[in-house]
């Protein structure tokens, strides 16, 4: 679906003339700081920032986002043992946690309060992310990248590990470490309803509200009124419409096998979702401006990266969560480890075949810029 989607964006540039935009829309950002040097290209004078410094931000930025990442992870193991999901024999074991979910304590399993520690993960991450996301603002301020295009990419990626953590790490942790497929359905089911009508509320419903009251429009007394009120809206960012839908993404990619119809259920939830972000742009943030770009930016890689990973999940989870993988493990006896290699072998070769198959340009665009390039040679000659 990922080499699709880079085939459709290489087809779209050609349509909105957009195939030009590397050359000749590179925006530098003004904030850059570097060294005169002369390009070994161009013969001109340009700023430029050693590679061997750029190295040493990027550590720096390690070491100011680690203890919110690991902060992250504590917040996520101690709601899991108040969930009841850990025991003496796991390693991520935490007594005092664990010890409330016992029976007959305050968050035992069936109980009125069983869902506290839920809402103490999910309240508790969006506090430790409201500091997180500028102290990955001021990190990638620190990595001074010379274009806005980096500087963006750079930034994103790391709200990305955070929020792939807040999202994933508990269901690799039912799946992979309890081994609990029946859990992870749950907890897939729940993410998904929940999550859908959290953004609907967060984005649509409760600025709506906060913005006009209980009327679905705000009436202004003249146009120039309602372009003065557009003024003060919040300004529109991309990220968090992104995000979702990449994480809607690994929902579906990476635990297939534990939820089918996950797909299905995504669908319909991107309808709403659609209309939903629509009306956000449309009626509650300020006009976005239009900006040219080829591509997805740093999006593309990240669901490349979720695209080979769900290969192994999925098989991990076939082999050994499910009915079938467990007959089929007592089938082939000790020779099971061999087995269900060669099938994640024989599944990392498909891809690679489809990989070196699919072109990302069709036949016609490749055509097409050979054209343009041809021209543009007889007009130096």
Request: hydrophobic share 45%.
């Amino acid at each position: 679906m990922v080499r699709y989607w880079r085939r459709r964006c290489a087809e779209i540039d050609i349509e909105w003339d957009n195939y030009n935009l590397q050359v000749t829309s590179v925006s530098f950002r003004q904030e850059f700081v570097g060294d005169v040097r002369i390009n070994p290209v161009t013969d001109k004078e340009e700023y430029h920032y050693p590679t061997n410094k750029r190295i040493m931000r990027y550590f720096e930025s390690f070491l100011i986002t680690t203890p919110f990442i690991l902060l992250a992870l504590l917040v996520m193991l101690s709601s899991l043992n108040m969930m009841g999901y850990s025991d003496k024999t796991d390693f991520f074991y935490m007594e005092f946690f664990a010890n409330l979910a016992q029976p007959g304590a305050i968050f035992e399993k069936g109980s009125f309060l069983a869902f506290i520690p839920s809402i103490f993960m999910a309240v508790a991450m969006m506090i430790v992310g409201k500091f997180y996301e500028p102290i990955a603002e001021y990190a990638t301020q620190r990595e001074n990248h010379k274009t806005k295009e980096a500087h963006s990419n750079s930034v994103n990626l790391k709200k990305f590990i955070f929020n792939f953590i807040f999202y994933f790490s508990h269901l690799f942790y039912v799946a992979f470490q309890r081994l609990d497929l029946a859990g992870l359905r749950k907890e897939l089911i729940i993410l998904a309803l929940a999550d859908e009508f959290r953004r609907i509320a967060s984005e649509s419903a409760v600025p709506t509200i906060l913005k006009n009251g209980f009327h679905l429009e705000k009436k202004y007394k003249s146009v120039i009124e309602e372009e003065l009120g557009e003024l003060s809206l919040p300004e529109y960012t991309y990220f968090e419409d992104y995000l979702e839908l990449v994480i809607q993404y690994g929902y579906v990619s990476m635990f297939s096998v534990a939820f089918p119809l996950g797909a299905f259920i995504t669908y319909i939830f991107l309808f709403f979702e659609r209309r939903s972000d629509a009306y956000k742009i449309e009626k509650l943030c300020r006009r976005p401006l239009s900006l040219n770009t080829s591509d997805i930016g740093i999006w593309d890689e990240v669901m490349k990266l979720i695209s080979f990973v769900s290969v192994f999940t999925n098989l991990f989870l076939f082999a050994y969560s499910t009915q079938r993988g467990n007959e089929k493990v007592e089938q082939l006896g000790c020779a099971n480890s061999y087995y269900f290699i060669s099938i994640e072998h024989s599944l990392i070769l498909i891809i690679f075949i489809l990989h070196c198959v699919i072109k990302i340009k069709p036949k016609w665009v490749k055509i097409f810029l050979y054209r343009i390039a041809h021209k543009e040679k007889r007009k130096l000659i």
